[in-house]
């Protein structure tokens, strides 16, 4: 599962050169589009003769891991590096954009921004009858748990029995969220989940929103009142309606607090050149990238330094073997490999004109 791809270990991953080899493709035939990329990515390679022997043997890899395991997944990808004997395929639940490089190590980017598009959540389903609470991934809603409730609604009655029901009432409804709430806090912790949505009856959602402690109530993302009789796909388009909203909000606020840093000279450095400096010296907390991101860098095959831009020598040991990479994908694994975050957003207006890419940092 998405989710569960080990984007650290991928990232400690290096070859020599472009010895990596990294496809990602659709459904079915999508292998077949990527043939005229291979063959003029095979063709450009010519010229080091070291490095399209070793792109022929790493193909060679990836077609006979998908002879042996044909697709059966929306999207594919997989790594290949014969230099290393490495070759590993990754069944995806979503589509991805057909994709083939060459580099030193997997190209993580295409996965590091699904991951964070769709981090794990928590979905709670609630109305007085009963309550479900779904794990979230990826499009797809998981049940884990279901708690009755059996809590009638209003009626009337009259003078004291009124009063007796009423009573009555309140305290089953505040059992209920508490049970509900205790296998919330069981899911999150187990899962380690940052956010949750609220849906269904006003008031269930407000009664287990009461019985919240503060650090969960602070990851609920959502509360909508929503018809729990529609159908699961509706729920579901329902949660994450909610779920990316906060998404971009949470987005902009980070933005907002790298610009106040910035400003006032704090902890905070903006484009390519002053975060892949901050990233070399661990010192990025969390970096936020736009998604239309083309940050072009450059690595050296003699002492692999990576400088933002497109020089012909290497800047470290004037070696003029090097290539071209995407430093987005160098931020995604510098963030793997220094417990940082790389967070990938839609373009924000100020976040464009600096370059795409701004970092808080830790000191
Ligand atoms: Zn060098």
């Not at 990329?37 to 022929?56: C, G, K, T, V």
């Not at 708690?147 to 009638?152: A, Q």
């Not at 910035?262 to 990233?279: E, I, K, S």
Request: charged share 30%; glycine share 6%.
């Amino acid at each position: 599962m998405l989710q569960d791809i080990d984007l650290r270990e991928l990232s400690q991953m290096q070859g020599n050169g472009r010895d990596f080899v990294s496809v990602y493709f659709r459904g079915e035939d999508g292998i077949e589009s990527l043939r005229s990329r291979e063959r003029m990515l095979r063709a450009m390679l010519e010229e080091m003769p070291d490095e399209a022997e070793h792109f022929d043997m790493s193909m060679q890899l990836v077609h006979e891991l998908l002879e042996k395991h044909p697709v059966r997944a929306e999207g594919v990808c997989v790594f290949a590096c014969a230099l290393l004997d490495f070759v590993r395929g990754y069944p995806l639940s979503m589509p991805v954009p057909n994709e083939l490089r060459v580099g030193p190590s997997p190209y993580i980017r295409p996965l590091a921004e699904l991951q964070d598009e769709y981090q794990t959540f928590a979905l709670v389903a609630c109305d007085n009858s009963a309550t479900r609470i779904f794990l979230v991934t990826n499009h797809q809603a998981e049940l884990e748990d279901q708690i009755k409730g059996g809590v009638k609604n209003h009626v009337k009655k009259g003078g004291w029995s009124q009063k007796r029901y009423s009573r009555r009432r309140e305290n089953q409804l505040h059992r209920y969220a508490g049970e509900v709430v205790d296998a919330l806090a069981q899911l999150v912790n187990e899962h380690g989940l940052e956010r949750i949505v609220l849906t269904g009856s006003e008031e269930t959602m407000r009664e287990i929103k009461d019985e919240l402690p503060e650090d969960l109530a602070q990851k609920v993302v959502g509360q909508e009142a929503f018809d729990l009789n529609r159908s699961e796909g509706e729920l579901l388009d329902a949660a994450y309606e909610a779920y990316f909203a906060e998404e971009i909000e949470f987005e902009q606020k980070l933005w907002e607090r790298i610009k106040n840093e910035y400003q006032r000279h704090g902890l905070a450095v903006t484009g390519a050149t002053d975060v892949l400096d901050a990233f070399r010296t661990g010192r990025v907390e969390t970096a936020i990238v736009t998604t239309d991101a083309q940050l072009r860098g450059t690595q050296c095959r003699d002492c692999e330094w990576v400088v933002h831009g497109t020089p012909k020598t290497c800047q470290q040991c004037g070696s003029k073997s090097v290539f071209e990479l995407d430093l987005v994908d160098v931020f995604a694994k510098q963030a793997e490999l220094t417990s940082s975050r790389v967070e990938f957003s839609d373009p924000i207006a100020g976040l464009s004109k600096v370059g795409g890419v701004a970092a808080l940092l830790r000191y």
